[in-house]
């Protein structure tokens, strides 16, 4: 039987990926790096820095530290500036049903505290027990230590947690982590989920299955 449930953030609690994109094409295109939404969709997941670094190795692209560092430092400051995200449909809603049934909660992110604290309301935020963001661990995504620290913070077992994400790199740490994970295609299609343990359309599809889901 299953004791918590972890989120992550972009594309599973908000609609967030437009104003990424958004933001990683005004940093890139002076580079002369023109973006494609899959590239970015598939890099999703894992801290700023490791999605840079991959988008940047696809283009065959080589940056000192300095230019990485005020690239991050830019896309963030364009997304906060400019996003204009809200919780995805039926999602606060779950959140409360599982806290009602008696479920410890995490959210467990690449994404910076401030970008999450920017999108959600404090009331959102405050149906978490613990928030993992970015720095909260040595290693983040695809390696499975941010959902081991949200499990140690939580005090269950790793096989007691159902994940919910929506990136091929998120579903992979959470596999890695020893955890139940439902998968979601609020961004890439099915085919590219295909290592999670369930797949659903959405959120509130994921509500509708959720009693076979924790009794696993």
Request: glycine share 6%; aromatic share 8%; proline share 6%.
């Amino acid at each position: 039987m299953k004791r918590a449930v972890l989120f992550d953030f972009d594309g599973v609690m908000a609609d967030t990926f437009r104003y990424n994109f958004e933001a990683w094409q005004h940093v890139l295109a002076p580079l002369g790096i023109r973006l494609q939404p899959r590239e970015v969709y598939l890099h999703e997941g894992q801290p700023v820095r490791g999605v840079l670094g991959g988008l940047l190795q696809s283009h065959g692209r080589t940056l000192s530290e300095a230019e990485l560092r005020h690239l991050i430092d830019e896309k963030q400051r364009f997304f906060r500036e400019h996003q204009r995200a809200r919780p995805l449909p039926g999602v606060v809603v779950f959140l409360q049903e599982v806290k009602r049934r008696g479920f410890k909660t995490a959210l467990v992110t690449g994404t910076t505290r401030q970008n999450v604290e920017t999108v959600l309301s404090p009331e959102a935020l405050a149906l978490f027990d613990t928030l993992v963001t970015e720095g909260a661990t040595k290693h983040g995504k695809p390696h499975p230590d941010p959902y081991l620290e949200a499990a140690r913070r939580l005090r269950v077992a790793p096989e007691e947690c159902v994940v919910i994400e929506n990136a091929p790199l998120g579903i992979r740490a959470a596999k890695r982590a020893g955890m139940t994970c439902v998968a979601i295609t609020s961004s890439l299609p099915a085919e590219d989920l295909q290592e999670a343990d369930f797949i659903f359309r959405d959120i509130p599809d994921v509500q509708k299955h959720f009693d076979r889901i924790y009794r696993l």
